[in-house]
């Protein structure tokens, strides 16, 4: 994919991908942790999208709040990042990476921990929380990307 394009597909993209409520909250911890008001705050997200490629849940990510110009340039953004993996992968290996249930199947001889792919593993999940009597439990959906859609959920008091 050439810049252009990218320049036309990135920003619906980025806008699509910001989840109000936190960036918000992201927006109240930039203006208070550096006593920015939220337009200052707005337009340096903004400015670093444009010079920066940066996502506007990825200023916050990466705090370029507290960063200046040649901190932040120093970051590989999400358009940085799949320019890279378009170069460099094959679209069959992106496809795996993108899925977790699919990778974690190809590469379990060197994932060291325990999974399951729920609902599927129902049955045997259960069976996992009640002989290790887990506390908590790390949820992730097969494509979220960078973290998003992970969960740590404490399991019922009985189960600890």
Known sequence: MNRR???VLYPPWAIRSIRRGRFL??????????GLSRRIVAADVL??????DTAPMDYFYFQFFSLNDAERSQYV????????????????????????????????????????HLPRDTQAFLAWCEATQCSRIVLKRPRGVAGRDVRVVKVRSGHS
Not at 25 to 34: G, I, K, L
Not at 81 to 96: G, I, K, W
């Open 77 to 116: 953004s999400s358009l940085q990042l799949h320019r890279f993996q378009v170069r460099m992968n094959s679209p069959e290996a992106r496809r795996l990476a993108q899925n977790k249930v699919e990778s974690l199947h190809k590469f379990s001889p060197f994932v060291h921990r325990r999974w399951f």
């Open 25 to 34: 909250s992201y927006m109240q911890m930039a203006e208070t942790r550096n």
């Open 5 to 7: 394009v990218d320049r």
């Open 47 to 52: 400015g670093s999208f444009l010079r920066h």
